[in-house]
């Protein structure tokens, strides 16, 4: 188990996940405690079926756990009403998948800008939009579809999407895993390069040990908790 941090940026307190089968419930996470500050980032390990990506799940409140809390800068989102946790999420809360999950129909400008339109009023987010374009080395394709990019072009694109609001906590489910091995290493390369060590939080579920070897800290998912290496 994680030792406390003080202040910390996300908290999970004996959280447990289990899915209702016909044979019964089906336990996936069994009490997993631990807590990030601002500025840690995290690989989070494990074989296929150990529950990794139903962590990043809970984490990012796209499912409710069965026991346990989460604490995002103190707040417990699962305490919210629906509307309150949609923004909430949106606003807190950036998501990069093994999937880049781009709308075909949109340009790559469009697609960074989509986090932007649920809950309109904020400041200027073109500026920020194309900033981050920029940052991700595709400041060329902004009027580009993801058809015309390749896997690597696609991925990087997601990430802009993911920082457009600035989230508290970056969640990156097997970022580099549909990719080539030079797409992959300037996928992460570029993760960190975005990752900001004062302010936001980065945890990324990955197969790789290589990729896991460059982060601060290593959580290893066993028999449904978590140990740190």
Known sequence: MMNPRTDPRLEVLDLAKSYIT????????????FSLAAGDSVAVVGPSGCGKSTLLQVIGTLDEPTRGKVRIEGQDPFELGEADLARFRNEKIGFVFQDHHLLPQYTLLENVLL???AFPGGPSAEGRARELLRRV???HRLDHRPAQLSGGERQRTAIARALIHRPAILLCD????????ASAASVADLLFELHDPGESLLVVVTHSMELAGRFDRRLQMRGGTCIEL
Do not use: C, F, Q, R
């Not at 016909?22 to 009490?31: A, H």
């Not at 097997?174 to 091995?181: A, I, S, W």
């Open 115 to 117: 986090p932007t339109l």
């Open 174 to 181: 097997e970022p580099t895993g549909n990719l080539d091995e």
């Open 137 to 139: 080395g595709l400041s």
């Open 22 to 33: 016909d044979g019964g419930p089906v336990p996936v996470l069994t009490g997993v405690t």
